[in-house]
């Protein structure tokens, strides 16, 4: 049984350290987007580390959240402000 | 503030906070220690009311006053985002052209569409037995139906995404939890106490108040994240400020 | 050994700070806020792991089994939808930064306009 333990603690200890690089990393992204992919990473490998946690109901809903609804709103935020600068572009090229 | 000023500062409350987190943490329970009191004290309330899952027992039963608190906030992000979110009187809708999509996305979307919705209402109803119950249900709901968008185009999916009835789903849901707490003081009990027929333990009819608040947050999750998402979803692709030379969603 | 579990929930949370702090795009400061915010769930994860625990569900097993602690997962997962929607609301008042004063660079914010 010790043996078990052990083996489920190494699991933490590298689901753990993945969350901790992707956080990271989230973190110091500059750019928006690359910020959103490695945001789904990160709700994967948070997801990961609930489930070997023993915690199935927070990896559910961290997985449809953090794994596709805040990258896909941060990605669809990015779009319309773009967008907006394209059009502040054409004008100022009009004038 | 200057940049710099902002950085030192940062960094004089991040050593604080560092030393203070350090110190309180060796302060904790061991990891994976073996005494839990109040998880102790909740699984056996799980017990006395019959429901097998205990996570949605202190959720819904045990601590469900805080639980309405916690919708209530959702609810008042959902409402606040509307609000921005809508379309200004300077702005118009632009046409949105009808995308290509693969032959094979289109067969595994439609495949994956009913299954994944029929998975979020079973993740809902089984709240009270297995992992699940409203709030996971109503999230892979939302993100579910959004298949459409990635199978067909965004035709199909505000064809198959009746925002009006969501809207109003959304304030039903979040009226419903509130207003369960009424049968509680209707016989006498406590606001939110679980006072209908507990069932029998392990049965999907057991629980008592439990499966009824779960649907009920199941609900407002999935109808107000899909009108959430919809808010952004029109920002993104279809409409257009006033002054621009947009030509649509095409870029 | 163990204690590394509760301090990468601290430097989880300050990462997240840094980045809200240097952020020169209000669309990114809402991104770390998350990276923050998911501190929160390690930590009271961590706290309510139980050694040889199972997850804490009696459908199919006894009811004597050992399990990890219910209360802190209740915490995380209502706070994990809601922190969704929360997010969400940032992000739309940053769509109308964008859109009342053309940018979305935090530091580019000088004073209050009509």
Redesign the interface.
Known sequence: MNGSYATSEYLIAVCVLLVTVTATVAALTPEPVRQALVLAMLGTALTLLFTVLQAPDVALSQLGVGAAVTPLLIMLTVRRVRRSSTQQRDRERQR | MS?RL??AL?WAA?VV??VA??AA??G???????S?P??SR??AA??HQRT????S???FDQ?AFD?LG??S??FA??L??LV??RR?RDERLAGVRRGRVLPSTRMFGSLLLPITLVTGVY?VAHGQ?????G??G???L??GLHLAYIAADYGVLKAIRPLAVLDAADAVGAGAFAVLGLVGLAVGAAYLQNVLPLGT??QLSSGGLVPVINAAVGVE?GS??VV??A???D??VEI??P????NGAG? | MTLLFFLAAGWIFLAGVYGMVTSRNIIRTVGCLAVAQSSTYVLLLAVGFRRGGTSPYFTDTSTRTPVVDPVVQALALTDVVVGATVTALLLALALQLRKRHGTVDPDALTGLRG
Do not use: M, W
């Open positions: 940049r902002r950085l940062f991040a906070f560092a987190f350090t943490c060796t904790l329970p061991d990891f994976g220690t073996l839990h109040y998880g909740a699984i799980a017990f097998a899952n205990t996570i027992s202190v959720n601590r639980t916690e919708e906030i959702l992000a959902v606040g985002g921005l979110l200004a993740i037995l297995s992992p699940g119950g709030f996971q109503g999230v892979i939302a993100t333990f392990g999750v107000g994240v959430l998402l808010g952004f979803l920002q993104a257009v400020s002054t621009g030379k947009d870029r």
